[in-house]
Structure formats: C-alpha cells, structure tokens
C-alpha cells in the first residue's frame, strides 16, 4: 500500500488548480483588492467598469464605460483561463491598460476572486 501513496499524493496535487475556487473568500479579495475601482452591482462604474455579468463577456463591452483604445482592442473574451492570466499581471495581455492594478500573484486566491465574479449574473 505505502507504495502507492507517493502516486496518490501526486495525483491530488495535479487535481488542485483544477479545484473549484472558494466564492465566499473571493468576495472579501473583490473587496479588498478591486473595490476601489471596481463594484459587482450591474450598470455601476467606478474608476473601472462594473463587474457584473463579467465571466464569458468580450472586453471592453459594459455599457456607458469609457475604456482606454488598448482595451477597447484587446479583443478577449473574458472566460475563467484569460481572467487567470489578467489577473496575475493586467500590463501583460492588455498592454497599455489604465488599469493600475499589479496582479494578484497567489493563484488561490485568484481560483477564489474567478470564483466569486462567476456569481456576478
Ligand atoms: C485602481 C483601480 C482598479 C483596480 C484596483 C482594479 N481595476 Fe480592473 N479595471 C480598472 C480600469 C480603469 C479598467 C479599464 C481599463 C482600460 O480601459 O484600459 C479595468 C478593467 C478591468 C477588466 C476588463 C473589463 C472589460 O470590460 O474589458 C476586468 C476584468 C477587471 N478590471 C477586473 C478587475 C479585478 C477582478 C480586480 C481586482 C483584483 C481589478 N480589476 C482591480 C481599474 C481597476
């Protein structure tokens, strides 16, 4: 038996990035890290557009939100992978952005923050 278990052990930690988020602690990580700029009600821009209905929508496409040309040309579609990315560097895939915001670099807590966002509908 105890051979095995170094292949279980592996094959858990192989599973874990493919684990659901926690939406519950992704809504504290909305709140701390993006409500400044960001809220979750629909048709409520701040400094960034609503997140609302985020999750699956083509960037730059919330109403009555003036974005910078270098998100109007991003050209994405903002599924659970590309947030991924975004989130861990915004500078990265929509270079240019006036999104000031360094990356959330603790990948939990980003599955987390997808998580909650995938609520917002
Ligand atoms: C300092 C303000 C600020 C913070 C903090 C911030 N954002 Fe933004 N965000 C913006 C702005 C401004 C834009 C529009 C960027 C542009 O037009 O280039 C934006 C754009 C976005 C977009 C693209 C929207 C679209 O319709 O294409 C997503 C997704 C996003 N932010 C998610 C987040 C998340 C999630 C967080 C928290 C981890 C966050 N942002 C933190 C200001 C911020």
């Known amino acids: 038996m105890s051979r095995f278990l170094p292949t279980l052990a592996a094959l858990l930690l192989t599973a874990m990035p493919a684990m659901a988020g926690d939406a519950v602690n992704g809504a504290k990580i909305f709140k701390t890290q993006c409500g400044a700029c960001h809220r979750a009600e629909a048709g409520k821009n701040l400094i960034g557009p609503s997140m609302f209905d985020i999750v699956g929508r083509k960037s ?62």
């Open 60 to 121: 730059g496409n919330v109403a009555g939100f003036k974005y910078s040309v270098a998100n109007q040309a991003a050209n994405l579609t903002w599924d659970a992978a590309t947030l991924d990315k975004y989130l861990t560097n915004p500078r990265e895939i929509v270079p240019g952005t006036t999104m000031t915001f360094a990356g959330l670099k603790n990948e939990t807590q980003r599955a987390d923050l997808i998580a909650y966002l995938e609520t917002l509908k």
